[in-house]
């Protein structure tokens, strides 16, 4: 996958050099670019910004930077993301469709955000990472890069799988335990050491049922649940 960032800070993303987006550049399943649109620009001061069109708070970014630095890159049909806390949500849906595509771009606005002909003509997707707003597009950038490398093969370790991640099943993971089997008199639960792995497999299952009741009661109803989950969760509520 090639992802090309356009951004006014490409120094902030250094996090990306590490762990596991930093291994998927390494085995070279990755290539990150960044542009720095303000080198796109004519203006003698290398202006990227201007006041709104009918007044108002704040500075838009205009198209000209964008739209040539947008033109200069090599591309057949990538999607165009522009990160804004008016897009739709980014969930782990979107990150698995993102992940079999050959080519990301990503535009990060600040300021006020970016004129509306930057969104007509460029964006193929207007994406949030939850409902705050962040000074710049570029932490949530950062954010839904790192969601979708991680699904792209032989990134993840081969032990580590993202399968039974909270999201993937519609339901929160459930609780995990190593070593040492008490610690400090905190016992780990009877039924992780019995052996019995259908039992475990019950109980792991009532636990995320049991969890997504609690902290996000909203992801049960797209969760496809079984008789059997329904049962458990009829008997949380009695
Ligand atoms: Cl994608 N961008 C900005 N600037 N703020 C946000 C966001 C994105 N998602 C939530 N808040």
Redesign the pocket.
């Known amino acids: 996958m090639k992802i090309d960032v356009l951004t006014l800070f490409p120094d902030m993303f250094a996090p990306l050099d590490h762990s596991i987006v930093g291994r998927a550049r390494t085995i070279g399943q990755l290539e990150v670019n960044y542009i720095n649109f303000r080198d796109y620009s004519t203006n003698k001061h290398q202006k990227v910004d201007d006041y709104p069109y009918g007044g108002g708070a704040g500075m838009l970014l205009t198209p000209q930077p964008i739209f040539d630095a947008y033109d200069a890159i090599e591309k057949t049909r990538p999607r165009v993301i522009i990160?804004?806390?008016t897009?739709r949500p980014?969930t782990q849906r979107v990150a698995e469709e993102w992940a079999k595509e050959d080519h990301l771009i990503f535009l990060c606005?600040h300021y006020e955000g970016f004129d509306q002909r930057i969104h007509d003509e460029l964006a193929t997707d207007e994406?949030?990472?939850?409902?705050?707003?962040?000074?710049?597009?570029e932490l949530?950038?950062m954010v839904m890069i790192d969601a979708t490398v991680r699904l792209l093969p032989d990134v993840l370790g081969a032990q580590a799988s993202h399968e039974d991640d909270s999201f993937s099943t519609g339901l929160l993971e459930y609780p995990h335990y190593t070593r040492p089997a008490d610690f400090r008199g905190l016992k780990v639960p009877d039924v992780l050491l019995s052996g019995n792995h259908a039992k475990i497999e019950t109980w792991r299952r009532e636990q995320s049922l049991l969890r997504t009741h609690r902290r996000r009661p909203d992801l049960l109803e797209q969760a496809g649940l079984t008789e059997t989950d329904k049962k458990f969760l009829e008997s949380l509520r009695d």
Do not use: E, H, M, Q
Request: hydrophobic share 40%; net charge negative.
């Open positions: 990160t804004t806390p897009g980014f606005g994406v949030s990472i939850g409902d705050f707003v962040l000074t710049g597009g949530a950038a």
